[in-house]
Structures are given as structure tokens and as C-alpha cells.
């Protein structure tokens, strides 16, 4: 897929097929990943895959909004270290955000689809993935092939006008 079609074909997916997806489409996913920008190069991140149906359904215990990944084919946990400074709370933040829409671009580029969910209840979701103290789970991105229609590029998005958004020179 090209890159932009890539772009325009990405919608949240929360309702899977029943099909795996291969080792090394997951493996590229996580490489997108890895291979993101960071602030300072800190790369303060880490991602844990999970496959094991039970554990999926475990952690869409972590937040209401978390359902999908109970049944998705699998499911990426974005995990950060816990700070409790503001700056870098934000800028660890924003590397997650670039790192998940990488990861979400690469999927998208093979015809999986994702789903993010925020993540509630860390302390659960901490015990579910056995993370180390200082660690948290931030986010999670549900994987899984679209059960109801193949991305393909959204001629019409769900979005601001173009007009109000971009801004020329100044606001
Ligand atoms: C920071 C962030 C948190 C989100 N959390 C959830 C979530 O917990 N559960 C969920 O179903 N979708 C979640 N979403 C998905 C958004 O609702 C979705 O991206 C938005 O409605 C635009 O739809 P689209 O991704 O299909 O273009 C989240 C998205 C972002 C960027």
C-alpha cells in the first residue's frame, strides 16, 4: 500500500476476524515501532505483545473502553516509566502517540487493523503483564484482521474541515 493510502485507510477497528496474524507482520509492526522518533532519542518505551487469548481477555479489564482487545488476534501494550514530572510526562507521551501511530501505519500497510484503548486500572494491568515497578501500562493498540470491511482509503473522514484546521502564516 502506498504511504498516504495508508494514512487515509487507518480507522479503529474493535471487531475482529477469527484469523492470525503471521509472526512476521507483527514482528514488522513492532519494528515500526522500535524504529520511531523520540524526544532526545530516550526511546522510554517498551511493548509487550500478547497473543494468549486469556491474557487478551484479562486486559480488556484495564478500562471500559478496553473491550475490543478481549477479542482481538492480538494486542500490543505500550509501557512507559511512571513519572511524576509534568514535562516529561508530556513529552513521554507524545513519543508514545508517534510510536503507536507508526505501529498503526505498518499494520495498516499489510490490511490489519487496530484499535487503541487507554488504560485505567494500571495496577491490574501492571499484575496481568508482570511489568517491573516503574513501569506502566500508558496504552494498548487491539490487532486483528477488519471483520466487517477491508481498510481501504476513507474518501470522507469523520474530521475538522481542512479550511478550519490549517492555518496560513499565523492563526
Ligand atoms: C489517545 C487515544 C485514546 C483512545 N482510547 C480509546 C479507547 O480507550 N477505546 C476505544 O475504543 N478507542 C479509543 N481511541 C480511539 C478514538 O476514539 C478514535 O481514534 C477516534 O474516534 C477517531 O476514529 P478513527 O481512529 O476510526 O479515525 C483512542 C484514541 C486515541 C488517540
Redo the contacts with the bound molecule.
Keep these: 500500500m502506498e504511504t498516504f493510502d495508508a494514512i487515509t485507510s487507518?480507522?479503529?477497528?474493535?471487531v475482529y476476524e477469527a484469523r492470525a496474524i503471521p509472526a512476521e507482520h507483527l514482528t514488522r509492526i513492532l519494528e515500526a515501532g522500535r524504529r520511531t522518533p523520540s524526544s532526545s532519542n530516550k526511546q522510554r518505551w517498551d511493548f509487550v505483545l500478547v497473543q494468549d487469548p486469556a491474557q487478551l481477555v484479562r486486559l480488556a479489564e484495564v478500562?471500559r473502553?478496553?473491550?475490543?482487545v478481549g477479542h482481538a488476534a492480538a494486542a500490543i501494550g505500550i509501557v512507559a516509566p511512571v513519572t511524576d514530572d509534568w514535562d516529561t510526562h508530556g513529552s513521554i507521551q507524545y513519543d508514545l502517540?508517534q510510536a503507536?501511530m507508526s505501529m498503526m501505519l505498518a499494520a495498516a500497510d499489510l490490511g490489519i487493523g487496530t484499535?487503541?484503548?487507554?488504560v485505567s486500572d494500571r495496577s491490574l494491568a501492571a499484575e496481568i503483564l508482570g511489568l517491573p515497578v516503574g513501569q506502566e501500562l500508558a496504552?494498548?493498540v487491539g490487532l486483528g484482521y477488519p471483520a466487517d470491511r477491508p481498510l481501504k482509503p476513507?474518501k470522507t473522514?469523520?474530521?475538522r474541515p481542512f479550511e478550519e484546521v490549517v492555518h496560513h502564516e499565523g492563526w
Design positions: 487507518r480507522r479503529n477497528i474493535r478500562w473502553g478496553a473491550g475490543h502517540g503507536t484499535g487503541h484503548a487507554a496504552w494498548l476513507i473522514p469523520n474530521r
